[in-house]
């Protein structure tokens, strides 16, 4: 028998995510008669009878928005599953006002995200780059007194914040001889020691890390959060790695404090993103940018899939999401 459930996908198809869309595709056949056409304008020909007909709706990076019209032109959808992380930029509050299901595979793509940042936290303990960048310079053995300065054993790892990243990010660093210490106003002391970190307030958070890594999503009030005093209470050497939103810190700030060498910085977030051409952190050898790449990519995908295609057969099912995504929680969430 055929699924009686019809879903429609909404989505950038083309590479290299036309590699996801058909992994979806073929993950989601079991459980769901799939729409043929990949919907990336809702107000194309075509989109409106795919969109009447719809019961799920499977979104992804590069989906148009589900604004309120979109809602009342889909009289059947009863759930969005979003196969990748925040649904805050592309779903309206009419998706919510119906009664609407969603989901997101934001757990998912947590995973890579904190294993990048455990890679660059411990490379930053063992300072990697600073290392790197002076035996190119000297090409001797001389280049390892910069990182004879540093290591691992008993330092200090600040998390800024107990997102889905940042808990995956203190559970991945258990293992190690590391110190580490979480800072988030809604989560209970008692469940920060339960993760594995020290409870600290935000001052302390920053006066105590060797290295500080920030996980807050980006929100009205969460603009800017990491500001110039933050910034001047981190120890001299001390690293700043942000695979979160470039906006959270204050970028002038920032920049000043890197540019006077006094600290260092794993960047695959900035502000702007991609920042200009001649900004002066492209040249600093106490600085890694990297082009936002620790989020999935290649065979990471695989997991998105995976998960959105699990959703759909809870849906299909009748069976509650495993990764609801309420409007309560988006007002705090990514």
Do not use: C
């Amino acid at each position: 028998m055929s699924p009686e459930v019809r879903a429609v996908l909404a989505m950038d198809p083309r590479p290299p995510r036309d590699v996801l869309v058909a992994d979806l595709r073929e993950r989601l056949r079991p459980h769901a008669q799939v729409h043929e056409e990949v919907l990336t304008d809702f107000a194309a020909p075509g989109a409106r009878a795919a969109l009447a007909g719809a019961d799920v709706l499977v979104t992804g990076w590069g989906s148009p928005r589900v604004s309120a019209e979109v809602v009342a032109a889909a009289p059947r959808l009863r759930a969005v599953v979003h196969a990748a992380g925040t649904v805050r930029h592309h779903l309206s509050p009419a998706v919510w006002d119906r009664g609407i299901a969603v989901s997101s595979a934001a757990a998912a793509n947590a995973v890579p995200v904190a294993e990048y940042t455990l890679a660059v936290v411990l490379l930053a303990g063992k300072r990697v780059l600073e290392s790197a960048h002076e035996y190119a310079r000297v090409r001797s053995r001389a280049a390892t007194a910069v990182s004879d300065a540093g290591g691992n054993h008993g330092a200090t790892v600040g998390v800024l914040s107990a997102s889905l990243v940042g808990r995956r990010v203190v559970e991945l660093l258990r293992p190690f001889d590391l110190r580490v210490l979480l800072h988030d106003p809604y989560v209970a002391d008692a469940d920060v020691r339960a993760l594995g970190a020290e409870p600290v307030g935000l001052a302390e958070l920053f006066g105590r890390s060797d290295v500080l890594t920030v996980h807050t999503p980006l929100l009205p009030e969460t603009t800017g959060l990491v500001d110039a005093g933050l910034l001047a209470r981190l120890r001299d050497g001390a690293t700043l790695v942000n695979t979160a939103r470039g906006p959270v810190v204050d970028a002038d700030a920032l920049t000043a404090e890197l540019l006077s060498g006094r600290l260092h910085a794993v960047l695959d977030v900035t502000d702007p993103e991609p920042l200009p051409p001649q900004h002066p952190l492209w040249g600093l050898p106490n600085v890694l940018l990297t082009p936002h790449v620790a989020g999935s990519a290649g065979n990471e995908l695989q997991r998105l899939t995976a998960s959105a295609a699990a959703e759909v057969e809870r849906f299909a099912a009748g069976r509650p999401f495993a990764h609801p995504v309420t409007r309560t929680a988006l007002e705090r969430s990514a």
